[in-house]
């Protein structure tokens, strides 16, 4: 079955860490993108990539990074410089008209 | 830049009444617009969408119209059941090379028995 997957659902980092997030997508998608949720929240927007080694930052970029080395993959790292990095974390691909396909989600906890 | 702003909820109703979230957008060029529901602790899903002016995408019972002289997208469903209740994203693909996706803070619906 064609879709996005996310990994893992849940992810406890430790204060320091760095943690990586994963996101894989077999709908032949160019674009990709990665949201931050915060309870009763909208999305905000970190990064966000159009074609294979090419990334964007959106709103909320500081802390985190990211890589797109295959056209099927775009993970995110959330780096000891995001100071409240507590969050859940939502990837999504898209073929620009006809929306956005998303993932499950990661819940991120700082512990 | 761009935006998109939704009421606020939460939005609560009961099973079979009519509802209505609004949905006003601020763009350069003629972007396509989306809703977008969540249901609890999952991704969004795509409900329904619309390309271009007076474009109605529907949808499960639901619809909305793409006003560009009103430059709105409102969600409407004639009879909700408990199970709509969820939070509903309204969204458009920026146009230009892009196609960044922008998001409304969503809108909560409570639908009781």
């Known amino acids: 079955d064609g879709g996005i997957t996310q990994s893992p659902k849940y992810l406890f980092r430790k204060e320091g860490q760095n943690v990586t997030l994963s996101c894989e997508q077999n709908?032949?998608?160019?674009?990709m993108y990665w949201y931050r949720q915060d309870p009763g929240q909208g999305l905000r927007l970190i990064y966000y990539?159009?074609?294979?080694?090419?990334?964007q930052k959106g709103d909320i970029a500081e802390g985190y990074s990211v890589s797109r080395e295959k056209k099927e993959s775009f993970p995110l790292t959330v780096t000891s410089a995001q100071k409240n990095p507590t969050a859940f974390y939502l990837c999504?691909?898209?073929?620009?008209?006809?929306?956005?396909?998303f993932g499950q989600g990661t819940r991120l906890t700082v512990v | 830049g761009d935006s998109v702003t939704q009421m606020e909820g939460p939005v609560t109703l009961s099973e079979e009444a009519f509802l209505t979230i609004n949905c006003t957008y601020t763009?350069?060029?003629?972007?396509?617009l989306f809703w977008y529901v969540q249901y609890p602790g999952e991704g969004l899903q795509l409900l329904l969408k619309?390309?271009?002016?007076?474009d109605k995408g529907s949808n499960k019972g639901f619809e909305a119209t793409y006003r560009k002289e009103t430059t709105s997208f409102h969600l409407e469903k004639g009879s909700v059941q408990v199970s709509d209740s969820a939070v509903y994203f309204c969204?458009?693909?920026?146009?230009?090379?892009?196609?960044?996706?922008?998001f409304g803070a969503g809108t909560r619906l409570a639908v009781h028995p």
């Open positions: 999504a691909s898209s073929n620009s008209l006809f929306g956005a396909f």
């Open positions: 763009a350069t060029g003629y972007p396509s």
């Open positions: 990539s159009q074609i294979v080694n090419d990334f």
């Open positions: 619309a390309t271009k002016a007076d």
């Open positions: 709908l032949n998608h160019d674009a």
């Open positions: 969204a458009l693909s920026e146009t230009g090379g892009y196609n960044k996706l922008i």
